[in-house]
């Protein structure tokens, strides 16, 4: 299986200020028709997880502009431009380019 | 507008067997595959596997396969995950959810407890 890796675990942010997650793959998520099936998935507490951004930089419908994805072959990241409080929660990247589908370990943002 | 609503929690003993149901409304239950996902209490989220919502083809993530079935019934557009021979370590959240890599939007049910304890 791919193992997918994110940094931090915990990321402490002052709201107004941009936070950054990683994410790494074992393997390459190119697949074979040239797309990247990376994405990023948010869990707010008590909450069901809602994806975010798909295939690395595509945000969802109603999702903030704030959020935005980067990266290319095996390394990926989140970027929130200026936190706010309701992105309290823990982040997950998800690739679905190899089957099974794999989640990363997950980041849990908090407020300073 | 699209909604899965899976029903509620369930408290088991150990070698009992479970069945967590996902109805689905507001599209064409057969256009989209039907996805399981897992979370351990203060864990991450795991896949579990998916249903063909045309064939009733399943596909299980390893460490998901014997006593984990998919199943359907697409005359009331609901989607079953059962567990039979339950584990203390079956205890989790379980996932419906409608998530398709390819395109935006995903939905997901409101998840269901599965607690296994004598």
């Known amino acids: 299986d791919v193992v997918m890796t994110q940094s931090p675990l915990s990321l402490p942010v002052t709201l107004g200020q941009p936070a950054s997650i990683s994410c790494r793959s074992s393997?390459?998520?190119?697949?074979?028709?040239?797309?990247?099936?990376l994405n990023w998935f948010q869990q707010r507490p008590g909450q069901s997880p809602r994806r975010l951004i798909y295939?690395?930089?595509n945000r969802d419908s109603g999702v903030p502009d704030r959020f935005s994805g980067s990266g290319s072959g095996t390394d990926f990241t989140l970027k929130i431009s200026r936190v706010e409080a309701e992105d309290v929660g823990v982040y997950y990247c998800?690739?679905?380019?190899?089957?099974?589908?794999?989640f990363g370990q997950g980041t849990k943002v908090e407020i300073k | 507008q699209v909604q899965l609503v899976q029903s509620g929690s369930e408290l088991k003993k150990p070698g009992a067997s479970v069945k967590v149901s996902c109805k689905a409304s507001?599209?064409?239950?057969?256009?989209?595959?039907m996805n399981w996902v897992r979370q351990a209490p203060g864990q991450g989220l795991e896949w579990m596997g998916w249903i063909n919502t045309n064939t009733g083809n399943p596909t299980y993530a390893q460490g998901f396969t014997g006593r984990f079935v998919f199943s359907l019934d697409t005359s009331v557009s609901t989607a079953y995950l059962q567990i039979s021979s339950l584990k203390a370590e079956d205890t989790a959240v379980y996932y419906c959810a409608r998530v398709t890599v390819t395109q935006p939007n995903d939905y997901w049910g409101q998840g269901t407890l599965v607690t296994v304890s004598s």
């Open positions: 393997q390459s998520l190119v697949y074979s028709d040239g797309n990247t099936y």
């Open positions: 295939k690395v930089s």
């Open positions: 507001g599209y064409t239950f057969t256009s989209y595959a």
């Open positions: 998800m690739q679905g380019t190899h089957w099974p589908w794999t």
